[in-house]
């Protein structure tokens, strides 16, 4: 897809993120802005999937688990925008009955999920998993994941680059939303990464760096990332982003990563983001 | 009381390696994963056998309860194993958010669960993971009574779709369940049937009733003994069919009396048919070292244990 294409794709889900979470005034804003970018790319450029006939097995299709759940914002939008479930969906985020739950979940069946997430470090170990799984099935495609930067600090996240490392499951390729943002502040003060490079590096994993809101970038970036695959190590994308990009009020702070925007906060928003595909 | 005819002497959890090794045998997507204790948890004749469907996972429970969980997208049926406490306690919130609550197609194998670990100690005899594996939704808990049992159980596990924990153990006890009994999920056996008080046990506490019974027997008391294989889903038509008979039950198990076997049992008939309960369990008290026999007589869940309590319990009625 076309970069400029792709940039209208992401203000739409922008606005379908803000919206969604002032609508329930509740839900995870920051970081699913941050992720909008490279969310819109991995579904709009990249991944091999069939979103008209959503399969739990994914067959021949490449997969993606998105690990830090609590920015499905971006995700539900993004799943909507490519055909998963109708965009109308989006509106019921987080009300009851929704197959929209506040942290993905698969019990009630919304295409696209294939594992439930919030309870952070769980989705390395699931993606592995499943990659596993692919290369016994002889199935080429590839095994996609995100997590925030703040969920490194969960100690099962080093397990499973251990064990990935260890057993060459070389198509998984694992993004980390690197925004140095998380809920008491600022990643380096809470409880800091010391140097992420060095430290996937020394776990065995092939790493790569990538600007996660320029398309030209992540379009190199992941085709480096997908060529390094079967060469015997697991490969990450350390990606830099801004949590809360594309509203100015947001942008670059930690205080909306939890926090639903005000009506007129919402007005705000909306006003810096361009409706190119309609709102739902 | 009939006698029971005795098959031999094994170990529970060589149920389970034999049953793992014909499922490799007989079923191509089963895959299995273990974090160390290949040999504790007898998965060698399947590791031996089936090399590229088992794997390794070092000890790191968590990931590998996640990675089992991801393993199920794509059609495999992973079997985890470890020791009961590190395969519940220890990787509860992978189970439940990646397993249960996902509803993915993992059997959770659980060795060396329970006080009959022995010389171990406290830190390895988990005596709680039944009630915590019951409290899941979408989790069926099974904990087989002998060698032959825990074989079948393990080869029924297989062609039940959705998460199940099965536990087992490490001492060697009496086999009594025939090497070509049915094994049905949520259906009770029911082993001899009596009028005076309905014993229902599950795993080693099994043949502690059994003997338990044959002394009841010779004190003239007709006991109706029923082995509860799994715990959940309950099969409740076997409880309420012997206890509106017997008026009474004895609850036995090798488990914190806490969110045991018993609690389900009493669950039902608190809401069915009031009757006198008596529990044989570990009185929320931590385990020690021991031999296995010397720690289920110091915590109260031997044959002893079981007789005091039926007489108490029909001296209720």
């Known amino acids: 897809m076309e970069k400029v294409e792709l940039e209208r794709v992401a203000s739409q889900v922008r606005r379908d ?26 579904y709009f450029d990249v991944m091999k999937h069939n979103p008209k006939n959503f399969t739990m097995d994914g067959i021949g299709e490449d997969l993606f688990f998105l690990s830090n759940g609590h920015i499905s914002p971006v995700w539900y939008s993004v799943l909507a925008r490519s055909g998963y479930f109708p965009v109308a969906d989006l509106g019921t985020f987080r009300k009851l009955s929704s197959k929209l739950q506040g942290h993905p979940s698969t019990d009630k069946k919304l295409p696209g999920i294939r594992m439930a997430s919030g309870s952070l470090g769980q989705g ?31 100690g099962q996240i080093w397990e499973a680059a251990m064990y990935a490392a260890a057993n060459n499951v070389d198509n998984v390729i694992a993004t980390i939303d690197y925004n140095g943002r998380q809920i008491d502040g600022d990643v380096e003060d809470v409880l800091s990464l010391g140097n992420l490079h060095d430290k996937w590096q020394a776990f065995g994993w092939s790493v790569l760096e990538m600007d996660g809101h320029n398309f030209n970038d992540m379009n190199n970036v992941m085709q480096k990332a997908q060529s390094l695959c079967g060469n015997g190590r697991p490969v990450v994308i350390i990606m830099k982003t801004e949590m809360g990009q594309g509203v100015d009020f947001m942008v ?14 919402l007005a705000n928003a909306l006003s810096q983001l361009e409706e190119t595909l309609g709102d739902y | 009381m009939k006698d029971f005819e005795i098959f031999g002497n094994k170990d529970t959890r060589s149920g389970f390696g034999e049953g793992l090794a014909e499922l490799g045998r007989t079923n191509k997507d089963v895959v299995a994963l273990c974090a160390d204790l290949t040999g504790s948890l007898k998965m060698d004749e399947f590791l031996k056998e089936n090399p590229e469907r088992f794997f390794q996972m070092g000890i790191a429970e968590a990931n590998m309860m996640s990675v089992a969980a991801g393993m199920t997208i794509g059609g495999k049926i992973p079997f985890t194993g470890t020791f009961a406490n590190f395969s519940t ?30 010389e171990d100690g406290a830190t390895h005899q988990i005596l709680e993971d039944i009630g915590m594996m019951k409290m899941l939704p979408n989790m069926t808990v099974i904990v087989p009574a002998d060698f ?34 049915d094994f049905v999920i949520g259906k009770a056996d ?128």
């Not at chain 2, 959705?162 to 009594?176: H, K, N, S, W």
């Open chain 1, 17 to 42: 993120i803000v919206r969604m979470v002032a609508g329930v005034n509740s839900g995870h804003p920051g970081g699913s802005l941050g992720c909008a970018d490279f969310l819109t790319f991995l």
């Open chain 1, 124 to 154: 390395l170990s699931v993606a592995i998993g499943a990659a596993q799984v692919k290369k016994m099935n002889k199935d080429a495609s590839f095994v996609y994941c995100l997590h925030g930067d703040g969920e490194l600090q969960e």
């Open chain 1, 252 to 265: 670059g702070s930690h205080k909306w990563h939890g926090v639903a925007p005000n009506p007129e906060q």
């Open chain 2, 89 to 118: 306690g220890r990787v509860y919130d992978q189970i439940r958010q990646s397993i249960a609550y996902s509803q993915k197609n993992v059997k959770i194998c659980a060795s060396h669960a329970g006080l009959t670990l022995g």
């Open chain 2, 148 to 181: 032959n049992q825990t074989k079948q159980a393990t080869l029924a596990i297989a062609k039940h779709n959705g998460p199940v924990y099965l536990r087992f153990g490490r001492p060697v006890m009496p086999i009594f369940v025939p090497a070509d009994a």
């Open chain 2, 190 to 317: 029911v082993l001899t049937e009596g009028t005076d008080v309905t014993i229902i046990a599950c795993g080693h506490l099994v043949w502690k009733s059994i003997e338990a019974a044959k002394i009841l027997s010779e004190k003239g008391v007709s006991v109706e003994l029923i082995n509860m294989h799994t715990i959940k889903p309950l099969d409740v038509q076997a409880i309420l069919k012997s206890v509106q008979k017997t008026k009474c039950v004895v609850t036995a198990e090798e488990h914190m009396m806490n969110g045991g076997l018993g609690d389900s049992v009493a669950q039902v008939l608190a809401q069915n048919f009031l009757a006198p309960q008596e529990y044989v369990a570990v009185n929320d008290s931590f385990g020690e070292s021991g031999t296995p026999m010397e720690l289920m007589t110091k915590y109260g869940i031997d044959t002893q244990n079981v007789v005091d309590a039926a007489l108490k319990v029909i001296a209720r009625k």
